[in-house]
């Protein structure tokens, strides 16, 4: 059957060659042969009647080519059998030689599993911080209550300030041509909140008044981050369509009520946010004990990782980030948002992500954890929450997009940390 000898190109990564005997190839070839002539119809003879010569004529190319991805599978399968590989990564077939005259051949290059040896991982010693909230925290968390349940007033007389509300269009000309990277009809935005991605834009609207029209230049630098606006000189033009002041109400009893009814006081209020805050950071604290646990973790090993996994997982953080940045209305085709620009930032975060991933999946096989159904549903619920969907509806984009799997491995990862994290030594 099949002969083979295989080499390790580096710690992760194989290359295997695989032989069948000339003998043994054309077997594979005519049972694929005498498949075809089951199925496909010759003018002059009764289906599967026709002779191989004729349905190597007219079906050559094809009996070619799917005998030789038969082979292929075939030769790959037997290799992962004979030497207990666990790829990582999509094998890559080279020197493929199919000839009538010598053996079939071909090569397999694939990522393989690290290999290394576990360490000592429970009872990692944990910092533990003491959680505090402050009066100026609950202060706080009040005014941007306050600033949700704002009344906003129409502004008819008064130039706008900071603090006022206002819907702008903004229209950004280099001569007669208009540039819509940076323009913009009805901008919604807080005075004096430093949204706006134009510098010195808020400076220019205040003291503007509805109905105004305003025009400044801007000359941009040589070095600034949008490449497409570097050493331009551009005339903004400030259409003010509408503003609103905004009247904070009244930190009173009734103002309480208003947030919840099941409040009676302002006191009640503050017990409450004082309550969800505490929560809030004691969650904050236990994710940065985590992180602190997995760092540790990770500073016990040192062995190679396959380079196909850290290049997919880069590519993937660099994915996530730039739809972030777009959905935020941010122009990614700047310089700084160039895919190689970015490798260089992401793939140091990428190797850590993909290094911890082997270290927790090998304690989760010596601990015998593992994801249930019923877990990998909850875990699709809690990331739906935070996407806004229902997690029906997330589970079938998963299915469709056939990644469950790799979602499973996220869920049975931050079962493994939780595991660790009930297992560490804390030091106040």
């Known amino acids: 059957m099949w002969s083979s000898a295989i080499e390790s190109v580096r710690p992760t990564k194989r290359k295997i060659h695989m032989e069948l005997p000339l003998e043994e190839a054309a077997k594979r070839r005519d049972k694929y042969i005498d498949r075809l002539r089951k199925n496909v119809t010759i003018k002059g003879f009764r289906k599967g009647k026709a002779p191989k010569s004729l349905i190597l004529q007219q079906y050559g190319e094809e009996v070619r080519r799917d005998t030789t991805r038969e082979l292929l599978e075939s030769g790959y399968q037997a290799a992962i059998d004979r030497y207990k590989l666990e790829p990582v990564s999509e094998p890559v077939f080279t020197d493929v030689k199919y000839e009538e005259s010598i053996p079939f051949s071909f090569n397999i290059i694939v990522d393989v599993k690290p290999e290394f040896e576990l360490k000592e991982y429970k009872g990692i010693e944990i910092e533990k911080r003491k959680v505090e909230v402050t009066d100026e925290d609950v202060e706080k968390a009040i005014f941007a209550l306050q600033n949700v349940f704002a009344e906003l007033e129409d502004i008819k007389q008064r130039g706008v300030k900071n603090g006022d509300v206002v819907i702008i269009d903004v229209e950004a000309r280099e001569g007669e041509k208009k540039i819509d990277s940076i323009s913009a009809d009805n901008v919604y935005l807080e005075l004096g909140k430093g949204n706006l991605r134009i510098e010195g834009m808020e400076k220019e609207i205040a003291g503007m008044k509805v109905g105004e029209k305003k025009s400044f230049e801007k000359q941009f630098p040589p070095d600034y981050s949008d490449g497409t606006l570097r050493n331009k000189k551009v005339t903004f033009i400030i259409s003010l369509k509408a503003a609103r002041e905004k009247h904070l109400p009244p930190l009173n009893d009734d103002f309480a009520k208003k947030v919840d009814k099941n409040l009676n006081t302002v006191e009640d209020l503050r017990k409450r946010l004082r309550e969800e805050i505490r929560q809030t950071k004691e969650k904050q604290e236990e994710e940065r004990q985590k992180d602190e646990m997995v760092e540790k973790l990770l500073r016990q090993y040192d062995f190679d990782l396959p380079e196909s996994l850290v290049t ?102 931050e079962k493994v940390v939780d595991f660790l994290y009930k297992n560490a030594i804390f030091k106040e």
């Open 312 to 413: 997919q997982e880069t590519s993937a953080m660099i994915m996530d980030y730039l739809r972030n940045l777009h959905y935020r209305g941010v122009d990614i085709r700047q310089e700084k948002y160039k895919h190689s620009k970015l490798r260089e930032r992401f793939e140091p975060e990428a190797r850590k992500r993909v290094k911890t991933t082997f270290i927790l999946l090998k304690i989760a096989d010596k601990e015998k954890i593992s994801v249930d159904e019923k877990e990998l549903r909850e875990f699709i619920a809690k990331d739906a929450q935070m996407k806004g969907l229902s997690a029906d509806e997330l589970y079938e984009r998963y299915a469709k997009e056939n990644v469950l799997p790799l979602v499973k491995m996220d869920a049975l990862s």
